[in-house]
């Protein structure tokens, strides 16, 4: 018995010490102009913004804006949610311009 639960037991130690994957690590590559990935970007975006990394959340919100022709719910929060985010980085300026668009 002891045989065959050794190998099991060194493939668990070996497993546990493999990082788990972080939200901010996925990396979001849709590029279709479609509601699906503005979403998808959008809420990148926040993801990031809540876990400090202003700078990625900035590209992604660019990525997210760029792909959408019509200002609706969605679009007017995620223009929101980017202002919070250049709040939180300091960019005052930037937060009072999206936060009028």
């Not at 990525?63 to 019509?70: D, F, G, K, Q, T």
């Not at 200002?71 to 009072?96: F, H, I, K």
Request: aromatic share 10%; proline share 2%.
């Amino acid at each position: 018995m002891n045989f065959f639960r050794k190998p099991i037991y060194n493939i668990l130690i070996c497993l546990s010490y493999l990082p788990a994957l972080s939200f901010s690590q996925v990396i979001v590559t849709c590029t279709e102009n479609t509601e699906q990935c503005f979403k998808e970007h959008a809420e990148h975006a926040e993801q990031l913004t809540r876990q400090g990394q202003y700078q990625q959340a900035e590209v992604e919100y660019d990525i997210a804006l760029s792909l959408v022709e019509i200002l609706n719910e969605d679009v007017a929060e995620t223009w929101a949610n980017r202002s919070v985010n250049y709040r939180r980085s300091g960019e005052l300026e930037q937060a009072e311009i999206s936060i009028n668009k």
